[in-house]
């Protein structure tokens, strides 16, 4: 495995700084742990607390009034509810706005120090530890990249990071309310195509990542499949805030999805709902050997590796700016035209089962790379029959790229403590 790095924002690091009465570091290393807001059965006092913080979240600052209208609460449950959140720190007052009628209004808004999470995503090719505040934005990541995680050495260096980043936190490590853990349900599936021995498939085969991270923590671990947790950050602070139902295709070592329908995310019956790498692209023929190829061996990043590799050039350029450069370039767009062909054909035979608004394209490569292969992939739809089709969905560009994965799952203990609905893929 490679060395980790560290990356952290200091225009994040310090959030409090914006706003005149802000609570302070100090001032939560003096205050109790936050109050328990257990997400399984929820009374109707923390239900409303839920619900105001949901206003605060999707509108922004808002003074009290503004709150009740928001909410259909009355004044007085708002004041009483704002008090409370007021004792955990959960909130801050901005400056009185002037100019008005009666009595200067003063906007609440949510403290960003007021709550922390973590995430963990272990992939195919790397693993990355994000740090989240209080309104999900990214406080400090650690990334680790290796040819593919070997569990002796990955499961003492998960609980390591998670550990540096809950001590740079100092005082404000009791706002920690949980940690989010994204990953593939498979990690040692398509072995052979990753060059992997039966003996690495089946070691990963027999871990419980979600057992074996809450095993490292005293903090409430939560688990999702990869692309679902990916699917819940465009959700939630992506896309997803304007789309109610969408397909969700996310480009990785092998490619993955998501499906949203009437703005929550559908599992299905075994938590696959949208896993897009198994579709077949060819009709089976009984009694030939050869099994129809799937979108995963035609639209993964693995294929870009493999022909990278075929040239001696670095396969780790599929993931960052240097695919889109020479002498990358032209296998680069060698592999776009033969992915976008491949997803336009799962997003036709998508659209003919789920019927959906949109269908949202993000991943780990370049921004550049992604645009070009979202184009081509709405140029290779114009080929298809759609007769029986009230026509295609929307073809929408993700907004959360590489981070989405980790981000998705941080997410998960935020919602789960401080979301309205027991369903924490609610949106408003």
Same mark, same amino acid.
């Given at each position: $495995?490679s060395h ?5 924002? &200091? ?9 005149? #009465? ?32 949901? #206003? ?24 009483? *509810?704002? =008090? ?31 709550? %922390?999470?973590?995430?963990?995503k *272990?992939?195919?090719?790397? /693993? ?22 070997? /569990? ?7 609980g ?23 990953a593939? %349900?498979?990690?040692?599936?398509w072995?052979?195509?990753?060059? !992997?021995?039966?003996?690495? @498939? ?12 809450? #095993? ?10 990869d ?6 950050? +465009?959700l939630?602070?992506g ?12 480009m990785?070592t ?6 949203? *329908? ?27 050997? +050869?099994? &129809? &190829? ?12 493999q ?13 960052? /700016?240097?695919? $889109?450069?020479?002498p990358w ?12 062909? @491949? ?5 036709? =035979?998508?659209? /003919? ?29 114009? #080929?298809?029959? !759609? ?12 907004? *959360?790229?590489?981070? =989405? ?6 997410? !998960?203990?935020?919602?789960?403590? %401080? ?10």
């Amino acid at each position: $495995m490679s060395h980790s790095v560290t990356v952290t924002d &200091p225009h994040l690091q310090d959030t409090t700084e914006s706003s005149p #009465a802000v609570v302070t570091a100090g001032d939560i290393a003096d205050a109790p742990r936050l109050r328990q807001r257990g997400s399984n059965q929820v009374g109707m006092r923390q239900f409303n607390e839920r619900v105001v913080l949901q #206003a605060l979240r999707v509108h922004g600052s808002q003074p009290k009034a503004e709150l009740a209208r928001l909410t259909g609460l009355t004044a007085q449950t708002i004041g009483l *509810i704002t =008090a409370r959140l007021d004792e955990d720190q959960l909130l801050t007052r901005e400056a009185p706005v002037r100019g008005r009628v009666g009595q200067p209004s003063v906007p609440i808004g949510m403290n960003p120090d007021g709550a %922390f999470a973590i995430g963990i995503k *272990i992939g195919r090719r790397s /693993a990355d530890w994000l740090l989240v505040d209080f309104l999900g934005r990214v406080r400090q990541r650690i990334v680790l990249d290796y040819p593919f995680p070997d /569990a002796a050495t990955l499961l003492p260096a998960i609980g390591a990071h998670l550990n540096r980043l809950l001590d740079g936190l100092g005082p404000l490590r009791s706002r920690v309310v949980g940690v989010g853990v994204a990953a593939p %349900f498979q990690l040692g599936g398509w072995h052979r195509m990753l060059g !992997l021995t039966e003996a690495q @498939a089946h070691d990963w085969g027999q871990i419980d990542l979600g057992t074996e991270v809450q #095993a490292l923590t005293d903090l409430p671990v939560s688990y999702a499949k990869d692309t679902s947790a990916a699917c819940v950050a +465009e959700l939630l602070q992506g896309r997803g805030r304007e789309l109610h139902s969408f397909l969700y295709l996310f480009m990785d070592t092998f490619v993955g999805g998501g499906l949203v *329908i009437n703005s929550h995310l559908h599992r299905g019956v075994n938590g696959n709902a949208g896993a897009v790498a198994s579709l077949p692209l060819q009709v089976a023929v009984p009694g030939v050997k +050869e099994l &129809p &190829p799937q979108l995963i061996s035609q639209a993964s990043l693995w294929d870009l590796e493999q022909r990278f590799r075929e040239h001696a050039l670095d396969p780790m350029a599929a993931y960052d /700016a240097r695919a $889109m450069q020479a002498p990358w370039l032209p296998y680069t767009r060698e592999w776009i035209d033969r992915a976008a062909l @491949a997803l336009a054909h799962c997003i036709v =035979a998508g659209t /003919a089962f789920l019927d959906v608004e949109a269908v949202v394209i993000d991943g780990v490569v370049a921004p550049d790379l992604l645009r070009d292969l979202w184009a081509r992939t709405g140029e290779a739809l114009k #080929a298809y029959n !759609l007769e029986g089709l009230q026509g295609l969905p929307r073809l929408e560009l993700g907004s *959360i790229g590489s981070d =989405a994965r980790a981000l998705g799952g941080a997410l !998960l203990p935020l919602h789960a403590c %401080f979301a309205p609905d027991r369903d924490i893929f609610l949106k408003t």
